[in-house]
T-cell receptor
């Protein structure tokens, strides 16, 4: 049972375009939703995160949109750059329960010139 | 500024062999985790620990064991390696839920 579903599996965007990655979760007890970025040969690193009482969070070119009623959240990368090419994972956490990350299956993003 | 350090980076095991993946962190984090990453599957939690002396199973614990005798170290033990354990293994640590810090991974192949 995949508790966090992520799409698309891969994404190709032109430089300067908008990259959009979507996630849906099942467990309404999740109370923290981070996105992790992973470059080849490296471990994931936190990119941006949101709590469910907020509908949107923006940090530079990265924005999370959160829809609590639909149990969905998405990552938008504005003005996508070749350096953004990486694998992106959404995740969900039930804080207080060991703070364990439940990951989506990942999206491989390629930004072309 | 080491963060989370995993050793080895690469390893080839024969079926039935045993090995220990080492993980150490220098951030004094209470929470530590072991994940495995398989193509198209994301990261799956194997075991986790909320502090020294306390460990618990994650989503895919079969075939693995852990111990946490100190805050810094969280080794993962494979007793009888199987081809299904071919994967990339990541250790992580966190102080709070807000951010987990990952090591660079151990790529394990079982043949």
């Amino acid at each position: 049972q995949q508790q966090v579903k992520q799409s698309p599996q891969s994404l190709i965007v032109q430089k300067g375009g908008i990259s959009i990655i979507n996630c849906a979760y099942e467990n309404t007890a999740f109370d923290y939703f981070p996105w992790y970025q992973q470059f080849p040969g490296k471990g994931p690193a936190l990119l941006i995160a949101i709590r469910p009482d907020v509908s949107e969070k923006k940090e530079g070119r990265f924005t999370i949109s959160f829809n609590k009623s639909a149990k969905q959240f998405s990552l938008h990368i504005m003005d996508s750059q070749p350096g953004d090419s990486a694998t992106y994972f959404c995740a969900a956490i039930l804080t207080g329960g060991g703070n364990k990350l439940t990951f989506g299956t990942g999206t491989q993003l390629k930004v072309e010139l | 500024n080491a963060g989370v350090t995993q050793t080895p980076k690469f390893r080839i095991l024969k079926i039935g062999q045993s090995m220990t993946l080492q993980c150490t962190q220098d951030m004094n984090h209470n929470y530590m985790y072991w994940y495995r990453q398989d193509p198209g599957m994301g990261l799956k939690l194997i075991y986790y620990s909320v502090g020294a002396g306390i460990t618990d199973k994650g989503e895919v614990p079969n075939g693995y064991n852990v111990s946490r005798s100190t805050t810094e170290d969280f080794p993962l033990r494979l007793e009888l390696a199987a081809p299904s354990q071919t994967s990339v293994y990541f250790c992580a640590s966190s102080y709070r839920a807000t951010e987990a810090f990952f090591g660079q991974g151990t790529r394990l192949t079982v043949v």
